[in-house]
């Protein structure tokens, strides 16, 4: 089974998402497809079960959160 999930963040301006994106890059490997559009932050996550979808998404969200706590900090 394959299973997919589209993830849309906007951020306050451009350089946010640009500098959050970098911040997450490191953790994409080769299941999730991040760019940025604007100020949007958009993730593309492709997996083979619901259970690794979770746990991915928990995952992405979870570093997400972190790097624009880190970001807004400036």
């Known amino acids: 089974m394959n299973v997919a999930c589209d993830v849309v963040i906007e951020l306050d301006d451009v350089e946010k ?10 953790d994409n490997f080769h ?13 593309q996550i492709k997996t ?8 991915t998404l928990d995952d992405y969200l979870a570093c ?3 790097a624009i706590k880190v970001v807004d900090k400036d």
Do not use: M, P, Q
């Open 31 to 43: 299941f999730v497809k991040s760019k940025v559009n604007g100020k949007r932050l958009e993730a």
């Open 64 to 66: 997400v959160s972190v």
């Open 48 to 55: 083979n079960s619901i259970s690794s979808l979770l746990h």
């Open 17 to 26: 998402a640009k500098t959050v994106l970098k911040s997450i890059a490191v």
